[in-house]
């Protein structure tokens, strides 16, 4: 605790509305548990003026009003008082004190269920035999891993996945397809994830999920959540259509 | 109010909708907050009201109850009945009107506030349209022809401010207050557009001819420019030692240099995270001026220090409590 704990850490602004508080570099589960921790700590703590934050692979940026910041009262405004930066700064340290970033948070599992191939996944077979394998070794390889969530972001409900087996690792198509429906899983080099909303890409599809990854009527609109584990498993095209109407089991 | 002319692009939007990026949601919101602001107070709206951003090329609007409205931003051609309609005031327009917008003279962004606001519901606490999700603002998307926006009744406090102005009685197609709110100064269409901006943290990774040229010459704004960002054209800007970097929170106003070296700076729709290097950060007062800013216009990078821009902001946001007290004057 205390000391030990900020040796490593930067911190920078991101204007006059935001600060980000780094924890390394690199994609890393241990350098993602430090994010987790920290965010974790920032559901439960706030200050005035804090409006949100938001974790990456290694960061996390938190916004603030600067007015909220710096003056209580209209009276108050000094010029030679610290700007809001400087007060914000402060109260992360304090933050950062408090927290204790050495405990690894047990992650919540999310299943989700893919119709691999067919018409939902196009590429699949071009995948397999980029890698001379039958298409159910990709699908074995692909469902076998547990894949960890390192951030949210690109869209809404977009997870960043870290975890997928290189054997399958596949560049992106060469010119990319102007609409990918949503729920489609691909890759993309050594990622793999779930588009949440339509949107064009670049991605190898190989199948395509009926869960919602994006659920805006929500009160926590995102399926997917930093530091969460996912977990693929094959269904057939009737299950996937049973999922679509409704039938989730 | 009907949507008789959809005009180029026109959406819903108000002060953004934040508390949902660590799920990927952006904010979205007005490009040009300060001028939204300005609209609501002028009809006695909260100020994080929903209104309509109108781009570049505006809609006509049937009218179809009486009300009182404001038309901030930039400078559309308003007009009624072959009259033009002042702006930065409040005007009262009668039943079946039609409010046709014409040639842009200044800026890109005008913002149409109604007294009582419009009918929207919120999504995730905020009335924004946010088009890539299809969420929020009329249906998730921007306005078409046939559209019919409901308007909610006028509050009470609201009342007293159409009376006054029924008293002045100027035209038969619309009343509009003999005082107003002063344009804010840079709006009109200029030249040379200066938008001063704090350091990004990766400022010092480019090579110092980059870092020079950064702030000594122009850019232009590109034809590839919207909600989500504008991006520039002008020298290259290239990083001493090319790196990759890994995706991190980025924001309105976040000039980001990607391998090509031109400029992109994120707007009101960026993404919450981004992966390129960013050379600056807008100040907060300047994204007025940079919402203005159109394609094929030429801008200047201009630095100032964390606690310029914190001052500048701090400035303004008294000169906006003025504003209010001196509506509040007026009207009482």
């Avoid at chain 1, 005035?48 to 710096?70: A, K, N, P």
């Amino acid at each position: 605790m205390g000391e030990k704990n900020i040796e490593w850490i930067e911190m920078f602004p991101l204007g006059e509305t935001g600060i980000t508080v780094s924890f390394g570099k690199g994609i890393h589960p241990d350098i993602h548990y430090k994010v987790k921790a920290f965010a974790d700590y920032l559901e439960k703590h706030s200050f005035t003026g804090m409006i949100e934050y938001i974790s990456s692979f290694c960061s996390i940026t938190v916004y603030y009003d600067s007015l909220q910041v710096r003056t209580l009262s209209w009276d108050n405004i000094d010029t030679a008082k610290p700007i809001s930066y400087q007060i914000v700064e402060q109260i992360m340290l304090k933050f950062l004190n408090e927290v204790d970033l050495t405990v690894e948070k047990k992650a919540d599992i999310v299943r989700i269920p893919v119709c691999y191939g067919g018409e939902f996944g196009q590429d699949l077979e071009y995948v397999a035999s980029y890698h001379k394998l039958s298409v159910q070794n990709v699908i074995d390889i692909h469902t076998s891993s547990r894949y960890l969530v390192y951030m949210i972001g690109f869209a809404p409900g977009f997870p960043y996945v870290g975890g997928m087996s290189p054997q399958i690792a596949t560049p992106r198509r060469s010119s990319p397809r102007l609409s990918i429906p949503k729920g489609s899983v691909g890759i993309a080099g050594t990622q793999t994830g779930v588009y949440p909303i339509e949107t064009p890409g670049g991605w190898q599809l190989i199948g395509r999920t009926p869960l919602a990854l994006f659920q805006p009527d929500s009160e926590i609109p995102s399926l997917l959540q930093a530091g969460d584990i996912i977990e693929f498993y094959s269904i057939s095209y009737e299950e996937y259509q049973a999922y679509e109407k409704g039938g989730l089991s | 109010m009907e949507v008789l002319k959809a005009g180029l692009f026109t959406s819903i939007q108000d002060l953004g909708r934040t508390g949902y990026q660590k799920y990927g949601v952006i904010v979205s919101g007005a490009m040009d907050a300060f001028s939204l602001r300005i609209a609501n107070l002028l009809v006695g709206n909260p100020e994080p009201e929903a209104v309509m951003e109108i781009t570049m090329i505006g809609p006509y609007l049937k009218i179809k109850k009486n009300t009182m409205i404001a038309i901030t931003g930039a400078d559309l051609s308003p007009m009624i009945a072959g009259e033009r309609v002042p702006m930065w005031r409040p005007v009262y327009i009668t039943q079946d009107t039609i409010l046709q917008f014409g040639a842009c003279k200044t800026g890109c962004r005008t913002y149409l506030a109604v007294a009582g606001g419009y009918n929207i519901k919120a999504v995730m606490g905020s009335q924004s349209t946010y088009l890539r999700a299809g969420i929020g603002g009329f249906s998730g998307r921007a306005l078409r022809k046939g559209d019919v926006l409901q308007v909610l009744p006028v509050k009470d406090h609201q009342r007293p401010f159409i009376k006054k102005l029924q008293k002045n009685n100027q035209t038969k197609n619309f009343i509009s207050s003999l005082w107003y709110v002063p344009e804010p100064l840079g709006l009109a269409s200029s030249k040379n557009i200066v938008i001063r901006v704090t350091r990004g943290n990766e400022f010092s990774l480019f090579d110092t001819v980059s870092q020079k040229k950064f702030f000594e010459k122009s850019f232009h704004i590109t034809t590839q420019s919207d909600r989500m960002g504008y991006r520039l054209a002008g020298d290259a800007l290239t990083l001493e030692n090319p790196t990759e970097m890994l995706s991190e929170a980025v924001t309105f106003g976040t000039i980001q240099i990607p391998p090509d070296g031109q400029p992109i700076i994120l707007l009101a729709d960026c993404q919450t995270t981004g992966g390129y290097p960013k050379i600056a950060q807008v100040a907060r007062v300047d994204l007025t001026i940079l919402a203005q800013s159109k394609p094929g216009q030429r801008i200047h990078f201009s630095e100032i220090s964390l606690q310029e821009a914190e001052d500048l902001y701090i400035k303004r946001e008294i000169y906006l409590q003025e504003i209010k007290r001196n509506i509040a004057l007026y009207v009482n």
